[in-house]
């Protein structure tokens, strides 16, 4: 996985992240996705199911108690898809 | 924001998806009639939304049997499982279940939330996998948590994004525990329990099954799912609740691993709290044995499923796939569903209003369960009321 491996998995979590979102808060990488974008805990898990299915890794959901800002989620899904 | 603010924050949340005074949750039930009657404020209202399936909660031989105990050991047994709260009436019903599912042991549990909490966090622990379905209820949830396990959803029911997610696991499917639910409580779907042992055999995983909702409601002895399909002998641990077919409280786990025992000296929802109380053991007793010979509830519950499934289908209403104790109509927003109950209660119907995130897929949903005590003219009343009532949730709101 490289730097530009990275950039991707923000800029693809930012778009979905948009599409889920309620609010017309502009996602940035510091946004944090539970208080900022008003996405409740339902919608946040399918969108992690998404997100495995897009790079084909398992996320468990109890990694997410980690997990609040956007950059944070692309961290962990980094992480994961370079370990995989 | 501190603590305190945080609540208030959900308050405001609550309060802008419910007005004030519309007290749909923790409704206050005055008095209770029969299985199928209550009063709320000044109303007597039909109840629809409880999820007393075989209609015993006024059985004769349970409020006898209860009675009884209450006289003889007293109200509680002030005691855990582990210390001083296991008694002859804990352990016979045990055995009891064991005998019912035929298998070699059964745990009793004092709900069966911790049921779920207490087998869950017993069988796996941090560093191993639990594949559950995306609608499974809180309780296992909540046990997921408490183990420590990575947690993995599929999607509800479906089967090929079941296989997608065992696959990604790799070598890690040994020490995966997967999770399903007989009758699923928010739609009254069943698992595909066929296609899921297919997969647990071919990956090698364990299974715990939640037959919750239909236990006493499936199969030709009310054991559930795994006896409507015939595969009770490829399920590993099953787990369920007194409180819906039993009419009381407590929960159980059968199991024919012998490891299931071991449970007793790790689990701490098994050991932290107390055992149920004897009348709650002993009305359980008494309504296992109803349950067991009750097919003749079961044909009356599936009658009235039956009727009222096909009633509102019929009515123009968007239901849950199968016909079951458990019916509910789909309705878009939050607003329609509050309607539609207030409307019903209105017309003495007393049904479940159930709003996102607690619905599947952000919609809400107008619950109604129907038990074997409901007459067919009740029945047909709350058939009648939900088809007058369409509009309400047909227009945009
Ligand atoms: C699927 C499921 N499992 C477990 C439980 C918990 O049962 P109890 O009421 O005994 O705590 C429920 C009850 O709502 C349930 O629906």
Redesign the interface.
């Known amino acids: 996985m490289t730097e530009n491996n990275y950039n991707e998995i923000m800029k693809l979590l930012c778009d979905r992240l948009e599409g889920v979102s309620n609010s017309n808060v502009q996602i940035t990488s510091e946004t944090n996705i539970i208080s900022q974008l008003s996405i409740?805990?339902?919608?946040l898990?399918?969108l992690?199911?998404e997100i495995?299915?897009t790079f084909?890794?398992?996320?468990?959901?109890?990694?997410l108690t980690d997990v609040q800002t956007v950059r944070e989620l692309a961290d962990l899904v980094y992480k994961i898809k370079s370990a995989s | 924001m501190n603590l305190l603010e945080k609540l208030d924050a959900s308050a405001a949340a609550r309060k802008a998806l419910l007005p004030d005074g519309v007290g749909a949750f923790g409704i206050p039930i005055e008095e209770v009639y029969s299985a199928t009657e209550a009063r709320i404020g000044d109303r007597r209202v039909l109840l629809l939304g409880t999820n007393n399936y075989l209609g015993l909660t006024f059985a004769p031989e349970c409020i006898r049997a209860a009675h009884e105990a209450i006289d003889k050991e007293g109200t509680g047994t002030t005691g855990s499982r582990m210390a001083n709260g296991s008694y002859f009436g804990h352990r016979s019903l045990e055995r009891e279940f064991a005998d019912f599912y035929q298998c070699d042991s059964a745990i009793v549990f004092t709900t069966g939330y911790q049921a779920n909490l207490g087998t869950i966090s017993g069988l796996v622990g941090p560093g191993d996998?639990v594949l559950i379905d995306?609608d499974s209820h809180a309780s296992i949830y909540d046990g997921?948590?408490l183990s420590?396990?990575?947690?993995?959803?599929f999607?509800h029911n479906d089967m090929v994004?079941m296989e997608?997610?065992l696959r990604?696991?790799g070598n890690r499917v040994e020490t995966t525990l997967i999770i399903a639910e007989g009758i699923y409580s928010m739609l009254g779907d069943q698992a595909p329990l066929d296609d899921i042992v297919k997969l647990k055999n071919a990956y090698g995983c364990i299974l715990l099954l939640d037959e919750a909702h239909s236990l006493g409601v499936l199969g030709e002895t009310g054991q559930g799912l795994v006896e409507a399909t015939g595969l009770l002998k490829e399920v590993d641990f099953i787990t369920g609740t007194f409180s819906k077919s039993l009419c009381s409280i407590g929960g159980y786990c059968v199991s024919n691993h012998p490891q299931l025992e071991q449970l007793r000296y790790v689990s701490h929802p098994y050991i932290f709290t107390a055992s149920p109380s004897p009348a709650t053991i002993a009305s359980t007793r008494a309504a296992l044995e109803l349950l067991r010979k009750g097919s003749h509830l079961r044909k009356q519950l599936w009658q009235n499923c039956t009727q009222l499934y096909t009633q509102l289908r019929e009515g123009g209403y968007l239901l849950g796939p199968h016909p079951g104790p458990v019916i509910a109509a789909i309705v878009d927003t939050p607003r329609q569903a509050l309607l539609l109950w207030q409307n019903l209660l209105e017309h003495n119907i007393y049904v479940n209003l159930i709003l996102?995130?607690a619905a599947p897929e952000?919609k809400s949903l107008v619950r109604c369960s129907v038990n074997a005590a409901h007459t067919s003219e009740q029945i047909k009343y709350v058939g009648d009321t939900f088809c007058k009532l369409h509009g309400l949730v047909c227009s945009p709101s």
Not at chain 1, 40 to 43: A, Q
Not at chain 1, 56 to 63: L, R, V, W
Not at chain 2, 148 to 153: C, E, L, P, S, T
């Open positions: 409740d805990s339902i919608k898990l399918n992690i199911m495995e299915d084909d890794i398992s996320i468990p959901i109890n990694a | 996998t995306g997921c948590v420590g396990a990575d947690i993995i959803r999607k994004d997608k997610r990604r696991l996102p995130p952000g």
